[in-house]
């Protein structure tokens, strides 16, 4: 980056010469592997999914998160510190990868998809830049009705529990629902699932060794509003129906909000999903969604 800080970027390429590529960009608490890759099978992560069909994947762990270096605060106890995340540091990094993939590795498409916190960072993105991204996805993601950004005078960090991980997956989980087929349907159950996920966490830099089952939830300041009238790109705002973090009201508001042209923008939800859609049942339902979007611009 400008300040010389490195981040880890994930790629997943298939195809023998790709002509387009796509950042995903992880949210608030988890980074790129958890998400977008974990370890539950061989072709169960949304990085595999967009390589098979055709494009090149990639994924940086934003600063604080997965296996990007930590910021020297997350070293020391979390109310030592204020936060030394911002969504503005965050565009700009992002603005840089952007640049490396168009002008280094040489793709003149390339597609945005933000996953929940993601959303924000990629309304920043654009705030701050131009990316010209061919599509733009906003998964999970809201305007006006959910608060976010660190308190400036600290803790610079949370702890967050697997306890925390799981609790907050499932308590959007329908209670008359049989959750080993809500979160793996027919393949897996929810706990091979939940290992799998918590496992790319847990042996990532976020891990606080001296506290066992515990890790780094990252704050981030939101230094100013990023509204999304910014975006003007092909854009796709997509919601599932169960998810208990983003409400309807706000997706709607989002979509409303984002300064591409009508008829080059939508919005869609997917039945029987949470806030973690991309890793359960319904995930395959929820990648194609997204692809279809990509391939009409």
């Known amino acids: 980056m400008d300040d010389c800080h490195r981040l880890r970027v994930w790629e997943q390429t298939t195809a023998e010469d790709p002509d387009e590529a796509v950042i995903f960009v992880h949210g608030m608490t988890y980074g790129t592997l958890s998400m977008f890759d974990p370890p539950v099978a061989k072709d169960f992560g949304w990085l595999r999914y967009a390589a098979e069909q055709g494009k090149a994947a990639f994924a940086p762990d934003m600063r604080g998160y997965g296996e990007t270096e930590l910021p020297t605060e997350f070293q020391a106890p979390p109310e030592a510190n204020t936060p030394p995340l911002s969504f503005e540091r965050e565009a700009l990094d992002l603005l840089e990868v952007t640049r490396w993939l168009r002008e280094d590795c040489g793709f003149d498409r390339i597609h945005y998809v933000g996953l929940s916190g993601g959303t924000w960072r990629g309304r920043a993105v654009y705030a701050l830049g131009e990316p010209d991204y ?8 809201s305007f006006d009705t959910l608060e976010v950004g660190a308190d400036l005078e600290g803790p610079a960090y949370l702890p967050h529990t697997r306890e925390e991980f799981v609790e ?13 087929q809500w979160i793996g349907g027919d393949e897996y159950t ?8 918590w496992q790319a966490i847990f042996e990532s830099n976020q891990v606080i060794e001296d506290n066992p089952e515990t890790i780094i939830n990252p704050l981030v300041i939101q230094d100013r509003e990023y509204h999304p009238e910014h975006i003007t790109d092909p854009t796709f705002v997509i919601r599932p129906s169960n998810d208990g973090t983003i409400s309807r009201e706000g997706a709607l508001n989002l979509y409303d909000a ?5 008829d080059r923008k939508r919005y869609t939800e997917i039945a029987g999903g949470t806030h973690f859609i991309f890793l359960e049942r319904k995930r395959e ?6 692809n279809h979007f990509q391939t009409q611009y």
């Open 285 to 290: 339902e929820f990648f194609d969604t997204v």
């Open 134 to 141: 061919a599509t733009v996805t906003l998964a999970g993601g």
């Open 258 to 262: 984002v300064g591409a042209e009508d």
């Open 190 to 197: 929810a706990d091979e699932v939940f290992d799998a996920v």
């Open 168 to 180: 907050a997956w499932t308590g959007e989980v329908p209670d008359d629902t049989d959750l080993d």
